[in-house]
């Protein structure tokens, strides 16, 4: 086995121990790749696996000899990037390698990026393992620049791309988007990939490139980890410089006001007209949220300040892994103190606002990416509701006026299992209209594709209630959240999906347990209205296809896929 120092230390939030001294042996493990045993913890300490084996396969042909190996072998590969990541769609807690489980890293030499310069637009060729930041970066440095992102720049790409990463941005009522630009998730601007895929003539796992086109690459294109993905071929525009302004002084009532009482108001609503680019961060037991609006500003704002790198809000953005784990325990604990807590939250931004980050100008990565893996250790649960964008308002209305109704409910019992803000984001659907492919397929697993008996949603209004992990009652919080959520947003006047990187399907202990949710829910809120080549079941036969030995299956893939 290989000296502990050959291995690429990971980053902090990733959390892994180098496993000195367990003696184990892989049966017949190609001997040119490097592997070793870790501890594996996800970024929110929920997942937790000891001795777990993690290869690093420094070539195309030692990731294939990987693969078959552990198909023949009777092993799970896991293919895995930062592991910023809630949901166990790699590994369930308690697993270790007794259950015949092998981690691959693919951010060591998986990294190439390169670009091809079109009359129009661009298409740029990258590996999975490729960070978002380092990613955009070098697009900056090209001309080019994403519509929007998720906010964290230390996501590979290829587990963006697996959970269809998304950011937050509709057109503005006079946009004119540029030719490359999409509104909805980074997995609808793929133009083509590289899959591991089994290969039924030779009986054993090769690689093979899908086109946008082709009915096989739809699962692939947001494949929850049921697939190992090697390139992608993306499109890409041309790089804008944005304008983002911070408000703290907008009560949430106002923002999320119902649309009968909306007229002339500052409403979430009005923000998306004006620009097509906002977030919601509204912490519990307060009236103020924070509110982030982006609109395209070619050139700076005489009150703005310009900025050259991202990460421009420090004071959410620098809190040590030991504090999160303090506030954590003590809010778990003295649960009587989360108003207080919740209202110093508010004070804190809102006063370091007042120094800096309150109205910043510069490229697109450089406000695109806030958020830092330094930020509190919360969990958050996640969906996506489907609604015509006039019905933004009303959907906003109605989540809001629950969640404030139902975290009132328990306070009035002494009960406060929710310590983290509430967040929202408003996005277009991956609609295959803004892919510069003709016939270009629509991701079969996207929380946000479009459905076709509701032609006239075009937008995705995405909700997440975050908290920490060990908060009392916060399991039983969700559970009812949830219950709601799917009741409300039926299919009327809006669908919800869930969140894939998120939580969701809450039982009576913890998340991804509700057996209903994850074998009825799931699968009919990706049937309904879709058509039977591309829908929940026609995908499973097609991931079944690419794997029939399930070597890219984890518990809760085989579990969501037997519905």
Known sequence: MPSPDSLKQEDIYLQNEIITKIE??????????????????????????????????????????????????????????????????I???????????????????????????????????????????????????????????PAPGDLTLGAVLAINGHGTAIKAVDETPLPGHTF???????????????????????????????????????HVGGALILEVQFQAGQNQRLRCQSFTDIPADELFAPPENAKEKQTLSYFLDKSGRAEIILFPFTKTPWLKVWSVAPTKPASSV???????????????????????????????????????????????????????????????????PTTLRVTANGYAVLTQRTNIQLVLNKFYAQWQGLIQHYANQGKYPINGP??????????????????ATVPSLSAI???????????????????FPETPYAIEFCHQFEQWLFNEFDGS????????????????????????????????????????DNNWTSTVAALQKHDPHHVFRSPLLDTLFSG
């Open 24 to 89: 184990y042996h892989l049966p017949n493990f190609p001997q040119d790749v490097i592997w070793k045993m870790i501890n594996f913890k996800n970024w929110s300490g929920e997942i937790c696996a000891d001795n777990i084996p993690y290869c690093i396969p420094r070539t195309i042909e030692e990731v294939i000899s990987v693969v078959n190996w552990a198909w023949k072998e009777n092993y799970k590969l896991r293919p895995i990037g930062q592991s910023h990541n809630w949901s166990p769609l």
């Open 91 to 149: 590994l369930e807690s308690g697993q270790s390698f007794k259950n015949h489980i092998i981690l691959m890293d693919l951010s060591s030499h998986f990294t190439h990026v390169n670009i091809e310069h079109r009359a129009k637009f661009s298409i740029v060729t990258a590996q999975p393992g490729v960070l978002m930041e380092t990613l955009m970066a070098q697009m900056e440095e090209q001309g080019l620049g994403f519509t929007a992102t």
């Open 184 to 222: 909805g998730s980074l997995s609808n601007t793929i133009l083509s990939l590289s899959a591991v895929v089994w290969d039924k003539e030779n009986q054993q796992y090769t690689i093979k490139r899908f086109e946008r086109n082709e009915p096989d690459c739809a699962p692939l294109l947001t």
């Open 306 to 372: 310009e900025v050259n790198a991202p990460y421009n809000y420090p004071f959410s953005d620098n809190i040590s892994s030991t504090l999160s784990d303090i506030a954590d325990n003590i809010l778990a604990n003295f649960p009587l103190i989360t108003p207080l807590v919740g209202e110093m939250q508010y004070q804190l931004t809102h006063a370091a606002l007042q120094n800096y980050g309150k109205d910043i100008w510069g490229w697109s990565k450089n406000l695109l990416l806030y958020v830092k």
């Open 422 to 439: 509430l967040e929202v984001r408003v996005t277009g659907l991956d609609d295959p209209a803004e892919v510069i492919h003709t016939g």
């Open 449 to 467: 594709r479009p459905r076709l008996d509701h032609p006239e949603w075009d937008v995705a209004v995405w909700l997440d209630v975050l908290t």
């Open 493 to 532: 006047y809006a669908s919800a999906r869930v969140e894939w990187s998120k939580g969701w399907a809450y039982g009576s202990h913890t998340a991804w347990e509700n057996k209903e949710i994850l074998t009825k829910t799931i699968p009919a809120s990706l049937t309904e209205g879709l058509p039977a």
